[in-house]
């Protein structure tokens, strides 16, 4: 079983894609053109708690401008999944909305 979370920046300008990406670690982003802005991502971990706490007060984003995804790939149709305490700790400090995205490989 694989599984992702990760934090996401939903409506960002440039000029903030490029400040996330220099100062949050691992984060990165790209331009969705059905929406003309850009999407920062960022692995939700522990560490990146300060650094993304900071971003998202000096940038002043929106709650409703972002989201936890959780993405799971597994080979088994039904399993139990542990979500870390990384996505309660950060729900604590930003109580935004959790997107869960649940993909079953095929048995071929």
Do not use: W
Request: glycine letters at 2%; a negative charge.
């Amino acid at each position: 079983m694989n599984f992702d979370v990760s934090f996401r920046l939903l409506k960002l300008n440039k000029l903030q894609a490029h400040t996330l990406e220099r100062e949050v670690p691992r984060s990165s982003f790209k331009y969705v053109d059905s929406k003309s802005c850009y999407v920062g991502v960022i692995p939700l971990t522990e560490d990146i708690f300060d650094p993304l706490m900071i971003f998202f007060e000096r940038q002043q984003i929106n709650i409703a401008d972002c989201d936890i995804f959780l993405s799971v790939f597994s080979g088994k149709d039904t399993d139990i999944i542990d979500v870390p305490s990384s996505v309660n700790k950060m729900l604590k400090h930003i109580n935004c909305k959790l997107v869960f995205s649940y993909t079953a490989a095929g048995n071929d």
